[in-house]
């Protein structure tokens, strides 16, 4: 449990890198191993589904931001955007 809280803790960047590590030392060390195939392939598929909704949020608060500094002096309509 300790162990679970720790992990936890640490920032999603920290996370990721350590993921990322971990399948890189695996991949290399034991590329035999069908799991590992498995879980590359579960990553790349999860990464290529959420492309398209990440690129999608940020382009619309890239467009949402340029909006409110040219426009001020209006006052903001849209209702927010809330995940």
Do not use: Y
């Amino acid at each position: 449990m300790q162990l679970i809280k720790k992990w936890n803790s640490l920032s999603l960047i920290v996370r990721i890198c350590v993921g990322l590590a971990v399948g890189v030392v695996l991949g290399l060390t034991v590329p035999g191993l069908a799991w590992i195939s498995l879980l590359g392939s579960l990553f790349v598929g999860a990464l290529k589904g959420i492309a398209p909704v990440l690129v999608f949020l940020l382009r619309l608060f890239l467009h949402r931001k340029r909006e409110g500094r040219q426009h001020s002096q209006v006052q903001d309509r849209h209702l927010p955007l809330s995940l």
